[in-house]
């Protein structure tokens, strides 16, 4: 091993407690800056991302909901807009309208082509959460047809070229919200002519097919706006507001998976699992100092290593953490101890053979390297099939049980290695019986070298 | 003194049977209950403060129209289970749950799944065993790969020894799920896969040593090889075993309801993976070998791989 490896262990471990070090709550960073910053000359703005814990919504609580595409309940039953063109659109409008809401980090992702996956923090009401995801604010202008029913334009006239809308009030009192618009070019002049065509009689004003007013045309208008009348309550006026303004959906949605989860039941889960954490931690280091002696003392530093470590990698990829999750970081803790136990026992096993402790530690690392980087790529492999394949907390899992795995591989082969070298530059520490291994094992090894031998 | 644990073989393979039988019996009698990701449906997890009777509340929800099955889970917690529920009708038994209990309901966590995506989930978890079965077999015939044909011999033999895991633990589920109604989901799904890595993992330990011996003594029979190569490696099987039953006993005890079920397929598949890696794995590959010797009248072979190390 390089000298050099030291130097960069202990540098890994400075910036991972940096990274640790939880960031918010503190006034002040240099640079006012709580993360990684970059700060390019001149005026571009640079690059800065806060360094924290992401916590799944099955921590901090909200709503999760899978939407598939119906392109099959489209007005002409189908459409010429490809299916991941549908889908980008309809993400795009979705985000609009939650930016709108202010709802923080949100998700908004694409699950194939025929589905979006949409997760907000902090919403706990399924229905808000279902308006933003699935009504179309398909916004339609229809005219008087043939016995008094309403009928569509030729070309339809919608609500794709609006302007942003408003909240407004009318009435005798200035009290009666009504929604503010104004078409767009060329829709403006289509609403004007529409109202030389029209005059006198009404049309209709419809929402996703169904009626919102019908006023009378009372004269021919001269700009491209008007507004709608509703019987609104201001709080529904400035929902349609919003509605309209981020856009329709252009593909109705169906909710083909929702869950919501409190968020005092979240905060629960979380203490549940720390505390199942750390005891298992606890129980783990107490084997393992009781077992094998001073090094298994070494096992539970590089294990708090790996564990700071691992951690720090969450915060900095950053990996969003579920409960699965947490289960799949405290399932690779036990991992990452058996890299440690194939090193160990091979350490025993070349000390009673009669080896010195430097050439029975070298011999040892060889040997055991082999097994864990084999065992560890099992593991890896399904981890990362499960990854690929599985959905929301499967996924999870994987991610973290994975990236746990190949960490743990670096702490056993690398810093356990070097804590253990470390430990036999001290004389004090050279006795075998610190290593579990006794004197008189040795000398009946070194008898029965000398005799021939006979194995089965 | 050598342990004599090819040659015991049978005895070995009878207790992996009395064991896993009992389990694939009920899991061909439908014990096996999956929940609304797989099937669709609606559930509720409500907490209160102090749970009343399931059946109480299970009138309550039958009120409003909607047949459910009500489970006392975790301290004061019921899940409510339902056929698929829109959105309007979780929130009118979520609004109902909390005027009648107004004092000691702490709140509900409602989760729907439609029948359509649920089958894509199964599907998706069914490829998912598939895939990874057969990436662990390449990865083993990889590891032995000097041995010629002979590697996949290893790789099969260590994905029976997972299978034998992975069926205690289905076994086991299908029992409680018969009895206790436990129902599994994707959670589960991810247990069961990660005990067949762990197992291979295990295996892997155990063949590995096997083959450094086999390099290191030419000559040697199979059979004292995988004696040798067992018991140099027994230790570390059972240490590891222990540590990994040791953090599945905290996240068992202290993660909550929600792992509970998780931890504990993952706890019997660590246990069983420990044996099958120990009594069954190697055993398997030697198995074969004399059934290959028998079929070529061949007595005392030298082992495969031979001639190639």
């Known amino acids: 091993m390089s000298r050099f490896w030291p130097w960069i262990v202990g540098l890994i471990a400075v910036l991972a407690i940096w990274v640790d070090v939880p960031k918010h709550g503190v006034s002040s960073f240099p640079f006012n800056c709580p993360g990684i910053c970059f700060r390019l000359p001149g005026s571009a703005p640079g690059f800065q991302t806060e360094i924290k814990t992401h916590l799944g919504l099955d921590l901090q609580g909200g709503t999760q909901l899978v939407l598939q595409l119906r392109p099959d309940k489209l007005p002409g039953g189908t459409t010429t807009i490809p299916l991941a063109e549908l889908n980008t659109q309809a993400r795009g409008v979705i985000d609009r309208r939650i930016n709108a809401l202010g709802v923080s980090e949100p998700v908004i992702q694409a699950l194939g082509d025929d589905k979006i996956l949409l997760e907000l923090p902090g919403v706990s009401d399924l229905q808000q959460a279902r308006d933003i995801a699935v009504r179309q604010a398909f916004l339609e202008i229809k005219v008087p047809g043939e016995g008094g029913a309403f009928k569509s334009l030729e070309p339809p006239l919608t609500g794709a070229n609006l302007k942003p809308t408003s909240v407004a009030f009318t009435g005798a009192n200035q009290n009666q919200p009504v929604v503010q618009f104004e078409f767009g070019s060329p829709d403006d002049q289509r609403w004007i002519q529409l109202s030389k065509d029209f005059v006198g009689k009404p049309v209709q004003i419809t929402l996703d097919g169904r009626e919102i007013s019908a006023p009378r045309i009372q004269q021919v208008f001269t700009s491209g706006g008007g507004i709608i009348e509703g019987g609104f309550t201001t709080q529904s006026a400035k929902e349609l507001s919003l509605l309209l303004n981020s856009g329709a959906l252009p593909v109705p949605l169906d909710i083909v998976q929702s869950s919501r989860v409190e968020p005092t039941l979240g905060q629960e889960s979380i203490q549940k699992s720390l505390i199942a954490g750390a005891i298992g931690l606890a129980l783990v280091a107490l084997f393992m100092i009781g077992y094998y002696r001073l090094p298994g003392g070494i096992a539970v530093v590089a294990l708090l290593y790996y564990t700071v470590l691992t951690y720090a990698i969450f915060r900095l990829i950053p990996v969003t953490l579920t409960l699965a999750g947490i289960a799949g970081f405290i399932l690779s803790i036990g991992m990452a101890t058996d890299a440690n136990v194939l090193t160990f026992e091979r350490l025993k096993e070349e000390l009673r053979s009669g080896k010195s402790l430097r050439a029975a530690l070298e011999e040892g690392r060889i040997r055991a390297f082999s097994s864990i980087a084999y065992s560890n790529a099992a593991t890896i492999l399904s981890a990362a099939i499960l990854f690929f394949l599985g959905t929301g907390t499967v996924k999870g899992f994987a991610l973290t049980l994975g990236i746990g795995v190949a960490i743990s591989f670096f702490t056993a082969v690398i810093v356990t290695q070097m804590l253990l070298r470390a430990a036999i530059s001290f004389p004090a520490l050279r006795r075998r019986s610190l290593y579990g291994v006794e004197e008189r094992e040795v000398e009946r090894a070194r008898e029965l070298r000398s005799a021939p031998v006979v194995r089965a | ?309």
């Open chain 2, 1 to 309: 003194m050598l342990f004599r644990f090819v040659e015991r073989k049978w005895w070995y393979f009878l207790v992996s049977g009395l064991i896993i039988v009992p389990g694939a019996i009920f899991l061909l009698l439908g014990g096996l209950k999956p929940g609304i990701e797989f099937r669709g449906g609606t559930l509720l997890d409500a907490q209160f403060t102090s749970a009343p009777p399931s059946e109480e509340v299970r009138d309550l929800v039958s009120g409003l129209g909607h047949t459910a099955i009500v489970q006392r889970t975790d301290g004061e917690r019921l899940q409510i289970r339902t056929a698929e529920l829109t959105i309007d009708e979780t929130t009118a038994v979520q609004q109902l749950l909390q005027e009648r209990y107004a004092t000691k309901f702490v709140g509900v966590n409602p989760s729907s799944v439609s029948a359509s995506f649920s089958e894509e989930i199964l599907r998706s978890a069914i490829w998912s065993i598939v895939l990874a079965s057969l990436f662990i077999v390449l990865l083993i015939a990889f590891a032995f790969r000097n041995f010629g044909w002979a590697a996949f011999r290893y790789g099969i033999a260590a994905i029976i020894a997972a299978m034998h895991d992975a069926l205690l633990v289905l076994g086991v589920f299908a029992i409680l799920g018969f009895f206790f109604n436990v129902e599994v989901d994707s959670l589960f799904v991810t247990a069961v896969l990660t005990v067949i890595g762990f197992s291979v993992h295990d295996t892997i330990v155990v063949f590995d040593r096997i083959r450094e011996n086999l390099k290191l003594t030419p000559g040697e029979p199979l059979n004292p090889v995988i004696n040798f190569s067992i018991m140099q490696t027994m230790v570390r099987s059972i240490i590891t075993s222990v540590t990994l039953v040791f953090t599945l006993l905290a996240l068992y005890s202290f993660g909550g309801y929600t792992i509970r079920n998780f931890a504990l397929a993952l706890l019997l598949g660590v246990i069983s993976g420990a044996y099958s890696s120990v009594f069954n794995a190697a055993q398997i590959v030697s198995l074969w070998q004399e059934i290959e010797d028998r079929l070529r009248g061949r007595t005392r072979p030298p082992h495969k791989g031979l001639t190639a190390v």
